[in-house]
């Protein structure tokens, strides 16, 4: 079927069309015209919104989608729809599932899944570093990354050990390969249920301090740095740790490093009634913290925003607080925390599709007449109500069910492939 956008913004800072209102006509997959006021024939679908805006296709590198093995939580079909709702039209899947994405046989049955789902968004594998994610024995890193694997980690899990992380940067070193952390050093974290601060004092609840995501980002920097090789910190949530970031970039370190957009609207005072939904890891800071991160990523210290898409069903969620698992589903709601995070519209699509590809590898989409339809289609003004009916992940572990959210999306196209929430 022939799409047809009718008067949409195009946000892509690379097109000479750029915040400028066009029709964009999309025959087999391929943009075919960039006008005002296309004809088109009968056969064709027309897609028009008031206010619409159209942005290369997003990318969110850290999802977990729970199959193989956890799939009663989630499975590569309906976290694709999650995706496609959220406005993706590509994501990583994390290695935390059962067995471990550690080999290439795993990395091969992702693909075989998404490829089965025909779903408008593309999937991609961050393999395990260690077999199994034991954080000792190191997996077949070269031939996950041969099958297709765009990076390597612990996943949820943070790589401790010292030579570990060493032997990983070295392992993937000849074939400029990323290793991804997620930076908490466990050994000042034992018990942990949210922030360590005044919330968790009044909450008598042990907490997690700043110095244990800092001792970690410390020693990986130097560690990239011994190596000359490639480290990306996954979900930091500290001034302290977006600071030794700041510093090492400008030191000329291999390292780059993302947030989750619930760090950037919310603070770890949202804990205080006990809901399990705000529990998430890294946990919700303070609002020096918060503001800090906003601040790093509008100057390029820090890189992008991922969902870290973890969901949980309620016999892990609905239970005594410090029994309750970690995480919270976000696919579907980055964009609108963003936004509510004081980001303008533009500002998002570098956060959300260009700076994520461009460190993994993957092409940037062009919107520009003969080039492979790559898009998100959304509305940055458009306010809602998210409610569970609205939620396409098989888990609805979000704090933000109920609330009304700024900016909605429409929709993803991805070659002859769209999907509209509608």
């Known amino acids: 079927m022939n799409l047809l956008i009718r008067s949409v913004e195009i946000v892509d800072s690379t097109v000479p069309h750029n915040f400028e209102k066009v029709d964009i006509l999309i025959k087999n997959g391929i943009v075919n015209q960039i006008s005002t006021n296309i004809n088109v024939s009968e056969n064709t679908k027309v897609i028009e919104y008031e206010g619409l805006c159209i942005s290369p296709g997003w990318f969110d590198p850290f999802v977990n989608f729970c199959d193989p093995g956890f799939e009663h939580k989630e ?42 789902a025909q779903a408008a968004c593309e999937v991609f594998c961050i393999g395990a570093n260690t077999k199994n994610t034991d954080g000792i024995h190191l997996a077949e890193m070269y031939e996950m990354h041969r099958a297709g694997a765009i990076a390597f980690s612990g996943g949820t899990k943070p790589i401790n050990n010292n030579g570990t992380m060493l ?26 249920q949210m922030n360590e601060g005044i919330a968790s004092t009044q909450m008598g609840t042990k907490g997690k301090p700043n110095m244990a995501e800092l001792m970690m980002v410390q020693r990986d920097i130097e560690l990239a740095r011994y190596t000359n090789s490639r480290i990306h910190f996954a979900q930091i949530s500290t001034e302290e740790a977006k600071n030794a970031i700041q510093n090492a970039k400008r030191e000329g370190v291999k390292v780059t490093a993302s947030v989750n957009p619930l760090n ?64 919270a589903i976000g696919l579907q709601t980055s964009f609108s925390l963003l936004i509510m995070a004081g980001f303008r519209y533009y500002e998002t699509v570098k956060l959300l599709s260009i700076n994520s590809r461009r460190i993994f590898g993957l092409p940037i989409p062009e919107i520009k007449e003969g080039e492979k339809a790559n898009f998100t289609l959304f509305q940055p003004k458009e306010t809602y109500i998210l409610k569970a009916n609205q939620i396409h992940s098989k888990s609805k572990n979000t704090p933000l069910l109920g609330k009304e959210l700024t900016g909605k999306v429409i929709g993803v196209i991805n070659g002859d492939r769209f999907s509209l929430n509608e």
């Open 75 to 116: 499975d590569i079909a309906s976290g694709l729809k999650a995706a496609e709702a959220g406005g993706f039209t590509a994501v990583g899947i994390l290695p935390n599932t059962q067995p471990v994405i550690d080999n290439k046989t795993v990395v091969e049955y992702i693909k075989f899944k998404a490829h089965q």
């Open 167 to 192: 032997r990983s940067l070295q392992y993937v070193l000849p074939f400029n390969g990323i290793i991804v952390n997620l930076p908490e050093d466990e050994n000042l974290t034992v018990g942990g």
């Open 264 to 327: 950037l609207v919310y603070e770890d005072t949202e804990l205080l009634n006990f809901d399990t939904n705000w529990k998430v890891n890294p946990p919700l800071r303070t609002k020096t913290d918060r503001l800090v991160l906003g601040e790093g990523l509008k100057l390029d210290f820090l890189d992008f925003v991922s969902s870290f898409h973890q969901p949980q069903d309620e016999d892990c969620k609905k239970l005594e607080f410090d029994k309750a698992d970690f995480g």
